[in-house]
């Protein structure tokens, strides 16, 4: 929740960043695509870090990390001073998941591993609307910098958990083994390939996701002569907390539907659907039909993330689970990076329209890839 609140406080007030540093889409897109780069980076970092010296102080050092650097954004003179916070935040933002996503999956029986997730990954959605809420209270009143300033609240969770949250027992009595720890079979035989698979699909939903996410804020609230549809603030923010209402049920409902039906399937209806859902909303005029569609767009464009962790602890052995669950997420962001920027590059010279129809396609092939990545539901995990 906190992490979504923190990284998703950027796209709400894109614009007035963009009105005062004076940026086109582009501009404003290459710095979403450097945060992208970084949380990938950070996520292989923390991975590694998770399987050598554990997941709870990992995964405090990594909400730290964000928090701390949401809120240095909110001081930044110059662009390349919003680089630097926005690349640090990254980091944290990434290794966060990679984390927390192998503790969760340890934990719970392999029956429920698909629900809790699920239930992990809705806070998302709470988080991005609760980024909504704020940024509608404090944007008008106190501006664009006061809003990153309310981002250093996650920084408190971090008490909580290093006192209260226990280390994972399969990381324990992992690490308590004498024998040598291969850190690297997951990217050689016969691990190899649906590394790949993973990372590719991941990329593709990752693309999508960011895509669409980061600028739908800004295509909502930019005037028709801009490209958007005009919204004022508080009527952009309603309709995004709207949306979160669809994006919480999203990932909700996938871990239930995935526990019962597999992955696979679960994974390939939700982004089929979400393509055909993405154009219909982009393509809509009337704010009553973006009300309508909207948690629709979000519900399935957003559930099968609850999938992926629960998918990647069921192939991957514990000594290398958090490790290749950063690099297979995170490398997916590297990818994905180019959203950012592709996306506001497309909007400026085509339209937003044809800038969103390249988020359909990549959910049409992130479903292409579930042609090589086998069922693992309910798959107890390997120590």
Same mark, same amino acid.
């Given at each position: 929740?906190?992490?979504?609140?923190?990284? #998703?406080?950027?796209?709400?007030?894109?614009?007035?960043?963009?009105?005062?540093?004076?940026?086109?889409?582009?501009?404003?897109?290459?710095?979403?695509?450097?945060?992208?780069?970084?949380?990938?980076?950070?996520?292989?970092?923390?991975?590694?870090?998770?399987?050598?010296?554990?997941?709870?102080?990992?995964?405090?050092?990594?909400?730290?990390?964000?928090?701390?650097?949401?809120?240095?954004?909110?001081?930044?003179?110059?662009?390349?001073?919003?680089?630097?916070?926005?690349?640090?935040?990254?980091?944290?933002?990434?290794?966060?998941?990679?984390?927390?996503?192998?503790?969760?999956?340890?934990?719970?029986?392999?029956?429920?591993?698909?629900?809790?997730?699920?239930?992990?990954?809705?806070?998302?959605?709470?988080?991005?609307?609760?980024?909504?809420?704020?940024?509608?209270?404090?944007?008008?009143?106190?501006?664009?910098?006061?809003? =990153?300033?309310?981002?250093?609240?996650?920084?408190?969770?971090?008490?909580?958990?290093?006192?209260?949250?226990?280390?994972?027992?399969?990381?324990?009595?992992?690490?308590?083994?004498?024998?040598?720890?291969?850190?690297?079979?997951?990217?050689?035989?016969?691990?190899?390939?649906?590394?790949?698979?993973?990372?590719?699909?991941?990329?593709?939903?990752?693309?999508?996701?960011?895509?669409?996410?980061?600028?739908?804020?800004?295509?909502?609230?930019?005037?028709?002569?801009?490209?958007?549809?005009?919204?004022?603030?508080?009527? #952009?923010?309603?309709?995004?907390?709207? #949306?979160?209402?669809?994006?919480?049920?999203?990932?909700?409902?996938?871990?239930?539907?995935?526990?019962? =039906?597999?992955?696979?399937?679960?994974?390939?209806?939700?982004?089929?659907?979400?393509?055909?859902?993405?154009?219909? =909303?982009?393509?809509?005029?009337?704010?009553?039909?973006?009300?309508?569609?909207?948690?629709?767009?979000?519900?399935?464009?957003?559930?099968?993330?609850?999938?992926?962790?629960?998918?990647?602890?069921?192939?991957?052995?514990?000594?290398?689970?958090?490790?290749?669950?950063?690099?297979?997420?995170?490398?997916?962001?590297?990818?994905?990076?180019?959203?950012?920027?592709?996306?506001?590059?497309?909007?400026?010279?085509?339209? =937003?329209?044809?800038?969103?129809?390249?988020?359909?396609?990549?959910?049409?092939?992130?479903?292409?890839?579930?042609?090589?990545?086998?069922?693992?539901?309910?798959?107890?995990?390997?120590?």
């Amino acid at each position: 929740m906190l992490d979504a609140f923190d990284v #998703m406080l950027w796209a709400l007030v894109l614009p007035a960043v963009m009105s005062e540093f004076r940026l086109d889409a582009g501009q404003a897109g290459q710095l979403g695509s450097l945060t992208l780069l970084a949380s990938a980076a950070g996520g292989a970092l923390f991975g590694v870090a998770a399987d050598r010296v554990g997941r709870v102080p990992a995964l405090v050092a990594s909400i730290l990390l964000y928090s701390v650097f949401t809120a240095a954004t909110g001081l930044a003179g110059s662009v390349a001073q919003l680089a630097v916070f926005r690349v640090a935040l990254g980091l944290g933002m990434g290794g966060e998941w990679a984390c927390g996503a192998a503790l969760v999956s340890e934990t719970w029986p392999a029956k429920h591993r698909g629900k809790a997730l699920g239930i992990v990954q809705s806070a998302w959605a709470v988080g991005y609307a609760a980024a909504a809420v704020v940024t509608a209270i404090v944007l008008p009143v106190w501006g664009w910098r006061a809003v =990153f300033f309310v981002g250093i609240a996650p920084a408190v969770l971090t008490l909580f958990v290093r006192r209260h949250v226990p280390e994972s027992a399969l990381w324990l009595a992992a690490s308590a083994r004498a024998a040598p720890v291969d850190r690297t079979a997951f990217l050689r035989a016969p691990l190899l390939h649906r590394t790949l698979v993973l990372t590719l699909m991941n990329a593709c939903t990752m693309f999508a996701w960011w895509g669409f996410n980061l600028w739908i804020p800004s295509y909502l609230s930019l005037p028709p002569e801009g490209g958007g549809i005009g919204l004022s603030v508080a009527s #952009m923010s309603a309709l995004i907390v709207v #949306m979160q209402v669809g994006m919480w049920l999203g990932y909700v409902t996938f871990g239930f539907v995935s526990d019962a =039906f597999g992955r696979r399937r679960t994974y390939v209806t939700y982004l089929v659907g979400a393509a055909v859902a993405v154009l219909a =909303f982009t393509t809509a005029e009337r704010v009553v039909v973006l009300v309508l569609l909207g948690p629709v767009v979000a519900f399935l464009g957003t559930g099968y993330f609850s999938g992926f962790g629960a998918v990647t602890a069921e192939i991957y052995p514990t000594a290398v689970r958090a490790t290749a669950q950063g690099v297979t997420y995170n490398v997916g962001r590297v990818v994905s990076a180019l959203a950012p920027f592709l996306v506001g590059t497309l909007a400026d010279e085509r339209g =937003f329209a044809t800038a969103f129809l390249s988020v359909s396609v990549a959910f049409v092939l992130a479903a292409v890839c579930w042609r090589w990545i086998p069922e693992t539901g309910g798959r107890a995990l390997a120590r």
